[in-house]
Nanobody, 123 residues
Framework: QVQLVESGGGLVQAGGSLRISCAAS????????MGWFRQAPGKERNLIAH????????GYADSVKGRFTISRDNAKNTVYLQMNSLIPEDTAVYYC????????????????WGQGTQVTVSS
């Protein structure tokens, strides 16, 4: 089992940037596909970015494509989400997840979840 802890959330003005991190412990991160979900108040939790075990493949929701970048450093057991050109609609709790090691064509399914980190974008 892997434990995930997010950090780096906070308050940022619209148009600004923020990078959130996810540190893993318990098992090597390299065996997992990784993903970031977010949940805004009153809305469902949605997958916004995911990355393959090696980092060679990434996928994004349309709402963040071109603005957010997911990356990973398996040597540091850490996954990142770089968020640029932030808008108020990006305000949400962001969750780091680890999923099964599957072929990239298989839809991402989260197995393990972090506790979440709040990102608030002011207008």
């Amino acid at each position: 089992q892997v434990q995930l802890v997010e950090s780096g959330g906070g308050l940022v003005q619209a148009g600004g940037s923020l990078r959130i991190s996810c540190a893993a412990s318990g098992r090597a991160l390299s065996i997992y596909r990784m993903g970031w979900f977010r949940q805004a108040p009153g809305k469902e939790r949605n997958l916004i970015a995911h990355i393959s075990q090696s980092g060679g493949s990434t996928g994004y929701a349309d709402s963040v494509k071109g603005r957010f970048t997911i990356s990973r450093d398996n040597a540091k057991n850490t996954v990142y989400l770089q968020m640029n050109s932030l808008i108020p609609e990006d305000t949400a709790v962001y969750y780091c997840t680890a999923g099964r090691s599957t072929a990239w064509s298989v839809p991402y399914v989260a197995q393990y979840w972090g506790q979440g980190t709040q990102v608030t974008v002011s207008s």
